[in-house]
């Protein structure tokens, strides 16, 4: 098996993500099977998240401005917008799995906090992913198919 450095990426972005939603469905106790399946929902979520982050890493420069896109931002902007349409499609269901948290402050108790810490999360993804492997460009990533027309045979 050839392994690319998109490959790479996404094994590396996924397993980050992979970890991320294992350590929460560790640490948030559950007392009903609906919440359960909430909570696995959420840790498929972070395997989303950092599958995500993982294609998003193609985008080195804003298409219209031609402006550098950090990888900081990069992730932040996927992890954020992840995080958004995970509030908006389980809102009640997050506020009542948050509301039984003895150990989270009253004020982080609001679902749409899960906005800020996925984009943070996402931010960490891509820049580990970006720092370990180096910038992901398009004619060396192994999916391009002026890889294989360059290379003789």
């Known amino acids: 098996m050839l392994h690319t450095p998109f490959l790479a990426r996404m094994t590396l972005a996924k397993s980050l993500g992979l970890g991320l939603g294992l350590l929460g469905v560790l640490l948030v106790p559950t007392e009903t099977t609906a919440q359960t399946m909430l909570l696995w929902g959420i840790a498929g979520w972070y395997l989303m998240l950092g599958a995500m982050v993982g294609l998003v890493g193609f985008v080195n420069r804003l298409p219209i401005l031609d402006l550098p896109v950090p990888a900081f931002l990069r992730g932040a902007w ?6 958004l349409l995970l509030v908006l499609v389980a809102h009640d269901g997050i506020a009542g799995l948050w509301a039984q948290l003895s150990w989270v402050p009253r004020v982080f108790a609001s679902p749409w906090w899960l906005i800020v810490e996925m984009a943070f999360w996402g931010a960490v993804i891509d820049m580990l992913a970006t ?23």
């Not at 996927?78 to 995080?83: D, K, L, P, S």
């Open 78 to 83: 996927c992890g954020g917008w992840m995080g």
């Open 131 to 153: 720092s370990l492997l180096g910038p992901l460009r398009w004619t060396r990533s192994g999916v391009s198919d002026a890889d294989h027309r360059a290379q003789p045979g």
